[in-house]
């Protein structure tokens, strides 16, 4: 039995459906279309005909719409090629149609107007031919045939209204999307005989005023600043808005971007680097590939190569600050600090900036790691907010600068700042040190307080605390709760195994260090309520004293509280609650 071959059957209504359900976002395309086909139409009779007129216009009432343009027009059998074939780009290319956009080689793009429209009419004449007529229904079928001939060279498209549909053929809705699509097209475009673009971009404007203006109309900011983009390998040009106010690093921030100066989308992502969320840009590219849709960017090593090329002009921006508007810069900085830290933790260049400009947060206000180096020499940091509150104000008193690293990047920065740095040490913290900055005891005032010392330390060995005394600043400061790193992961580790089953409390033995180090509740000398505690002659008195001491120690250093830390402060509070209330008479005797 002999196999013949066939050809595809396209069921035109169907396409339609995929157009309009799941290619494009919106119905509005049809209009993006139609400007683009009359676009390259002009484009490719200027090539033959450089001096020939580039104008586009369109005339609506509600229910139709037609678009004129007076480009190379078509010939009986380029309209049968073009506009009833579906797929087929060769033609396109060898009458001068060839471009790079997906959409355009496929010969897809007059078919988004079924999605408004039941009925397309295309009159078209060529300079060299007779006038032709096509007229296509949504259900599939065409015509073709002479029309009368039309004094000018090239089309016109025509659409009726689909019922439902009347809304993208009002006048004011087609003048806003014409001012959407083709804002930046370098011909003149009318809507009823008005016209309604100017074909300028913004950055080919008359300076800054312009760019603002423009982000204000069409961003709806007045941005911090402004930054000129530019990559001739993408024929890329535009740019950059600085926001003037903070932006969430989360969210991918969006662009709006021309291609071949139509209106790609508003809200193309991966344009630039993830970490210059703190801009928006406006760009017009040649060379970089668009979506089926037509309404993204196809991520593809062309974009990859721009996206780094873009990112390294707004690093090159925020350098050139630092070192012509310091206070410029400062401004930047305190709105867009994160950005700036995410680039520095792989950037060496924007680390030396971090370095010369970025302020961190310390017990002694805020500095910036070369202020902090120069003051100290070496810098000192803890990594979490807790930990920082834990230990500022003692600290200070003592003449400690630490730095708070528990923001967003900030102890990874310091960590790798000596990278940059000449002569740069950082050091995390160990809170134990501050205990060795803190004034010992006379030995008479030792083996006076021994007896005390041992009292306390029996009140908290049910927590696992080691009691010392010590003197330092401030006097005000009763006592300070300290826990080295190692002591803290070993008891993190011993409660995690009490809660879980036999078999993970097992693994987790197996990681047990068996380090006996112990946290400190290191009680102030100069405190005059540590002295008075200390000659309280009622032993079960000082006991309860030490207990509520050990319970505001951890409540004043964010200290988590775990079970055993509350049942003792429990029992301290009413303890003291006890002896605070004297005992009446029973009044039932």
Known sequence: ?????????????????????????????????????????????????????GRIDLVVDGQRLSISDTGIGLRPDEVRELLATIGRSSKRDEIGFARTEFLGQFGIGLLSAFMVADEIEVITRPADGPTTRWNGTADGRYTIGEAPDRDA???????????????????????????????LLPLEISVNGERVTDG??????NGRADLVGYAQDHLGFTPFDVIPLNNPAAGLTGVAFVLPFAANPAERATHRVYLKRMLLAEGVEGLL??????????????????TASREALFDDGNLEATREALGEQLRGWMVRLGSTDPQKLDRFLGIHQLGVKALALHDDEMLRLVYRWLRFETNHGRMTAAELQERKGEIRYVATIEEFRQLAAVASAQDLTI?????????????????????????????TELSTSFDGLDPQTELELRPFVQLAQEALDSVGCEVVVRAFDPASLSA???????????????????????????????????????????????????????????PELAKLAVEGLYGHALMLGYHPIGPADSALVNRS????LDQAVPTSEDPTR
């Open 1 to 53: 039995m002999d196999v013949g071959s066939e050809n595809f059957r396209v069921d035109l209504q169907g396409v339609v459906d995929l157009l309009s359900h799941h290619l494009y976002s919106s119905p509005r395309v049809y209009l993006r279309e139609l400007l683009q086909n009359a676009v390259d139409a002009v484009t490719a009779r200027r090539n033959v005909d450089p001096a020939a007129p």
């Open 153 to 183: 060279i090239g089309t016109t498209v025509t659409l009726q209204a689909r019922r439902g549909a009347e809304q993208w053929f009002k006048t004011a809705t087609v003048i806003e999307l014409v001012k959407l699509f083709g804002a």
């Open 200 to 205: 300028v971009a913004p950055w080919e404007g």
């Open 273 to 290: 680097p993830d970490w210059a969320f703190f801009v928006r840009a406006v760009i017009d590219t040649s060379e970089l590939r668009p």
């Open 403 to 431: 730095v708070n690293a528990g923001y967003t990047y900030d102890a990874e920065l310091l960590s790798r700042l000596p990278d940059v740095v000449p002569d740069l040490v950082t050091t995390r913290f160990d809170p």
């Open 480 to 538: 300070i709760y300290l826990v080295d790193r190692s002591a803290q992961f070993a008891s993190e580790l011993r409660a995690t195994r009490e809660r879980t089953d036999a078999l993970w409390s097992e693994v987790l033995g197996a990681l047990d260090t068996h380090d006996d180090s112990r946290p400190q509740l290191v009680l102030n000398h100069r405190s005059p309520l540590v002295r008075r505690m200390a000659a309280l002659a009622d």
């Open 573 to 576: 509070f009413l303890g003291l």
